[in-house]
T-cell receptor, first 116, second 112 residues
Framework: GAGVSQTPSNKVTEKGKYVELRCDPISGHTALYWYRQSLGQGPEFLIY????????DSGLPNDRFFAVRPEGSVSTLKIQRTERGDSAVYLC??????????????FGPGTRLTVL | SQKIEQNSEALNIQEGKTATLTCNYT??????LQWYRQDPGRGPVFLLL?????KEKRKERLKVTFDTTLKQSLFHITASQPADSATYLC???????????FGTGTRLQVTL
């Protein structure tokens, strides 16, 4: 019954390091989305999963970014060789895509990533 | 390229008045338009969704209009309260992949 959860809530890393961000969607939601939000901006789409497969990864900025959802539930966003420009809040959202009348997305609180 | 514009400046209004926020878009043909509320340090929260063939939708003190000719949506909060103070985001959805394209948001401040 809980909402979307994301861990960690904050992540500080050094330039060049690898990080993993985790998202636990609402149980039963088939669709899962990752967005990135910089200060003063709206969320920017990264990738969308329908079940286990990535239905749209057109928002991933480059090949340092990768996301998986192996069992159709929890998803992990992976960033290799982090750069200072990757610093942002990474938001995860889920929705019950089958209910097309109201495709509202339920967002988690986000992970604030800081690359030093 | 696709562009979604919301007032970047904060909107300050007095309690009890109607707040009107604007969302304009170009080079886009959305099937749906959604409005979200975002408080500091939190993820966006869904408020309303309107379809391309709908002109207006209401929910309690909220009203959304959608003009696909003008490529504009207006979001109204009537009888505004200090608790309505937040950033309001409009988001467009093409209708196929369901990804949302967000505007930059407008910060609303309701004062006593």
């Amino acid at each position: 019954g809980a909402g979307v959860s994301q861990t960690p809530s904050n992540k500080v890393t050094e330039k060049g390091k690898y990080v993993e961000l985790r998202c636990d969607p609402i149980s039963g939601h088939t669709a899962l989305y990752w967005y990135r939000q910089s200060l003063g901006q709206g969320p920017e789409f990264l990738i969308y999963f329908q079940g286990t497969g990535a239905a749209d990864d057109s928002g991933l900025p480059n090949d340092r970014f990768f996301a998986v959802r192996p069992e159709g539930s929890v998803s992990t966003l992976k960033i290799q060789r982090t750069e200072r420009g990757d610093s942002a809040v990474y938001l995860c959202a889920s929705s019950d895509y089958r209910d097309r009348e109201a495709n509202e997305q339920f967002f988690g609180p986000g992970t604030r990533l800081t690359v030093l | 390229s696709q562009k979604i514009e919301q007032n970047s400046e904060a909107l300050n209004i007095q309690e009890g008045k109607t707040a009107t926020l604007t969302c304009n878009y170009t080079n886009y043909s959305p099937a749906y338009l959604q409005w979200y509320r975002q408080d500091p340090g939190r993820g966006p929260v869904f408020l309303l969704l309107i379809r391309e063939n709908e002109k207006e939708k209401r929910k309690e003190r909220l009203k959304v209009t959608f003009d696909t000719t003008l490529k504009q949506s207006l979001f109204h909060i009537t009888a505004s309260q200090p608790a309505d103070s937040a950033t309001y985001l409009c988001a467009l959805e093409a209708g196929t992949a369901s990804k949302l394209t967000f505007g930059t948001g407008t910060r609303l401040q309701v004062t006593l």
